[in-house]
């Protein structure tokens, strides 16, 4: 495998970033999760604009470079992928000893790349089995500590939250994403996923303040408008969401994930689901191939 790392492509065991980068020292770096499918990134203006906003957060709105777009094709292309896991990822780079950051920002520039298999409709799931879900105790912190919508390196709070997993398993339940509650105890979205789940009919999913509006809830919900089913978003307990007809989570990678249970309690895919998991593949292909 090749990644491209500030401007250069490099074979993987090349690929490395100094102890000194700020991405690596307090996780002060954007990111974005992108797929591609037949060797294009799905989406990926949608991925840009989320990407120079996290940058806007963090104060280095010069940090993306303007060809990104070209690193993230060229790495695709020396590593024959079509169908692909893609990250970027931006630093704000080596800056020496001092947790203020310096205003110059030359930032580290990461581009890297997995396999993954087709998608749309003749595509195969990465996911082997519906999601088997849990609610934890560790919460999302407020939008006023940490803003909800940027997507940094700073993943502790989801790694906090999966950790309580482990603790939960056993032989025969082995919980594999969590759901998260804000501090005001709503269900807010999964370590890195968001909730959707459908009440006599009404697709349903937590509102924007404390979850990461991700890129894929924004299609599904514009597929399901488009289809006139009615769409809400609010503010739901963990009671709302374990008497739910049915329950799914998505993200980039997942697309649509059935929700098998929460806490124990069967939900299961159901018709909606499976509806709008078709309009997406169907998206995806029409698209994309
Ligand atoms: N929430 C969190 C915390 C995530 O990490 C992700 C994955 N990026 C999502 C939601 C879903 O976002 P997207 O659909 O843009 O992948």
């Not at 000194?20 to 307090?26: E, L």
């Not at 298999?117 to 799931?125: F, K, S």
């Not at 502790?156 to 759901?179: C, F, K, V």
């Not at 799914?248 to 499976?274: A, Y």
């Amino acid at each position: 495998m090749q990644y491209h790392v500030n401007g250069e492509l490099v074979a993987r065991e090349n690929a490395t970033v100094s102890v000194d980068d700020r991405g690596f020292r307090y996780g002060d770096a954007a990111f974005e999760t992108c797929r591609a499918y037949g060797g294009e990134v799905y989406r990926w203006q949608r991925h840009a604009e989320r990407l120079q906003r996290t940058c806007e957060t963090l104060g280095m709105p010069d940090a993306v470079p303007d060809d990104l777009a070209l690193r993230v094709a060229e790495t695709l292309d020396a590593n024959d992928l079509e169908g692909a896991y893609v990250r970027t990822s931006i630093s704000r780079g080596v800056q020496l000893g001092k947790l203020t950051p310096d205003e110059d920002v030359d930032p580290t520039v990461v581009v890297y790349v997995r396999p993954l298999p087709r998608g749309g409709v003749d595509g195969e799931r990465v996911w082997d089995d519906p999601a088997v879900v849990q609610s934890v105790k560790t919460r999302r912190p407020p939008d006023a500590a940490l803003p909800a919508d940027a997507k940094t390196h700073n993943y502790l709070n989801g790694i906090l939250a999966r950790l309580e997993l482990r603790t939960a398993s056993s032989d025969t339940y082995q919980p594999d994403e969590a759901l998260i509650r804000d501090t005001d105890g709503y269900v807010a979205e999964g370590s890195t996923s968001n909730l959707f789940f459908v009440d006599d009919g009404v697709v349903k999913t937590p509102a924007e303040g404390s979850l990461l509006p991700g890129i894929t809830r924004e299609l599904v919900i514009e597929l399901a408008e488009s289809e006139e089913f009615p769409v809400e978003t609010g503010r739901y307990t963990l009671d709302n969401v374990r008497s739910a007809d049915e329950a799914f989570l998505t993200n980039t990678t997942w697309e649509l994930r059935p929700i098998e249970t929460v806490d124990g309690i069967e939900l299961g895919g159901g018709p909606m689901t499976s509806l709008l998991q078709r309009l997406y593949d169907e998206r995806v292909e029409t698209r994309c191939y």
